[in-house]
Structure formats: structure tokens, C-alpha cells
């Protein structure tokens, strides 16, 4: 069984920068890609931030600029920094793993809450 564990979410006002922090139960190198999305109350979970095996990333247009993706292979651990947050990004934040490049994401974390208010 493999488990997702995030951390790093919180309050933070507008402006503000978080970095959401995401480690697996097994190596990360273990997985074809790993992910971030996020789901705010009343919508669908969309597609944050990905980033492959081999180190290529995707970043999805409505945070392009201001959110990265990155890992730490020697703390096998995935990053999403977040800059420049806005109250339209408060959502629960979740990391995710796919097993190969033809599967979907089908290991999941709990989520942690980001909340960007004043």
C-alpha cells in the first residue's frame, strides 16, 4: 500500500508564498510521474503541477509564473512552490502518483488545506 504524505499547508495573505512538501512511501523514482492538484469547495480537483520520472514538468496555465514543482531526490520528496497566492488558489492541495506513463494517478494523499485570505 503505498501512502502519500503532505504537509507545508496553512494561512497566508495575499501576496503570500507556501511551499507544500510531499513524501512517499517508497522512492519517488519508484513512480512514472507525480503530481499536485487541488479542489476548492463546490468544484472539480484540477491539475496544479506535474513532473515526471525523468524531470520534466507541467504546470498548469492558471499558475503559471507563479507555481513550481520540484523534488529532492535525496529526501525523496516533492515540492510545489507557491508564490504570489491569491484567494481564488485556496483549495485542499493533494499530492498523486502514477505507476507508468499509461496509467492514471492512482496513489493519493489526504490533502492539506491552503487557505490565502486577509
Known amino acids: 500500500q503505498v501512502q502519500l504524505v503532505e504537509s507545508g499547508g496553512g494561512l497566508v495573505q495575499p501576496g503570500g508564498s507556501l511551499r507544500l512538501s510531499c513524501v512517499p512511501s517508497?522512492?519517488?523514482?519508484?513512480?512514472?510521474?507525480m503530481a499536485w492538484y487541488r479542489q476548492a469547495p463546490g468544484k472539480q480537483r484540477d491539475l496544479v503541477a506535474a513532473?515526471?520520472?525523468?524531470?520534466?514538468?507541467n504546470i498548469a496555465d492558471s499558475v503559471k509564473g507563479r507555481f513550481t514543482i520540484s523534488r529532492d531526490n535525496a529526501k525523496n520528496t516533492v515540492y510545489l512552490q507557491m508564490n504570489s497566492l491569491k484567494p481564488e488558489d485556496t483549495a485542499v492541495y493533494y499530492c498523486?502518483?502514477?505507476?507508468?506513463?499509461?496509467?492514471?494517478?492512482?496513489?493519493w494523499g489526504r490533502g492539506t488545506q491552503v487557505t490565502v485570505s486577509s
Open positions: 498523486t502518483a502514477r505507476a507508468t506513463a499509461g496509467s492514471g494517478y492512482d496513489y
Open positions: 513532473i515526471t520520472v525523468g524531470g520534466s514538468t
Open positions: 517508497r522512492t519517488i523514482f519508484s513512480f512514472h510521474g
